[in-house]
């Protein structure tokens, strides 16, 4: 089946340490996101990605990290510069042209003990 | 601007209509979408519609689209509890990636 799959979907960490979230896909999609939710809120851009080996910052960039070594992969490094990690991730995929539908996968909620 | 508002929450009952309001400032929005969130989930497609076009039918999801207003609405007849989600519209204006608005909470009474 194709689709977006991230991972852990429960990940605990403590302050000070660096921790980064998986993103897969295999849906041959070219543009690749990471959006961060929180209670009550929409979905704020973190970081995105267009092609490999290329990647742009978002809104929220700040304390965060991201790689694209492979199309099919984009991971997300929190770092221990960000002030409030704890949040609802979200990684979503997109193919470019045409209609830009983006496919979401099932998140991973980060806690910061 | 890029600015895409909702209300927050919506409560109705069961077998009632729904009818979810979006808001949007972007005029260049070629297409605008609608996605649905259950709890602890990602977002989920429910339905898109094309700037040029005014209403959309979909079973018993309707998207209605006013561009001199930049106003969308998603109505779904005959809500069932199951529809009990957090949904988030979202204009795609060709730039970096789409703009999601903060998202309305319907909530299905029985």
């Known amino acids: 089946d194709g689709g977006i799959t991230q991972s852990p979907k429960y990940l605990f960490r403590k302050e000070g340490q660096n921790v980064t979230l998986s993103c897969e896909q295999n849906l041959n999609h070219d543009a690749m996101y990471w959006y961060r939710q929180d209670p009550g809120q929409g979905l704020r851009l973190i970081y995105y990605?267009?092609?490999?080996?290329?990647?742009q910052k978002g809104d929220i960039a700040e304390g965060y990290s991201v790689s694209r070594e492979k199309k099919e992969s984009f991971p997300l490094t929190v770092t221990s510069a960000q002030k409030n990690p704890t949040a609802f991730y979200l990684c979503?995929?997109?193919?470019?042209?045409?209609?830009?539908?983006?496919?979401f996968g099932p998140g991973t909620r980060l806690t910061v003990l | 601007g890029e600015d895409v508002e909702q209300s927050l929450f919506l409560s109705v009952r069961e077998g009632d209509s729904s009818v979810i309001n979006c808001t949007y400032t972007?005029?260049?929005?070629?297409?605008l979408y609608w996605y649905k969130q259950e709890p602890g989930a990602g977002l989920q497609l429910l339905t898109y519609i094309f700037s040029n076009m005014d209403m959309k039918q979909d079973q018993r999801l309707t998207v209605l689209l006013n561009k001199k207003d930049k106003h969308l609405s998603l109505r779904i007849a005959d809500t069932q509890t199951g529809d009990s989600a957090i949904y988030f519209c979202?204009?795609?204006?060709?730039?970096?990636?789409?703009?999601f608005g903060s998202g309305t909470r319907l909530q299905v009474q029985p």
């Open positions: 990605s267009q092609i490999v080996n290329d990647f």
């Open positions: 979503a995929s997109q193919l470019a042209g045409g209609r830009n539908e983006q496919f």
């Open positions: 972007d005029s260049s929005s070629t297409y």
């Open positions: 979202a204009e795609d204006t060709g730039r970096r990636a789409l703009t």
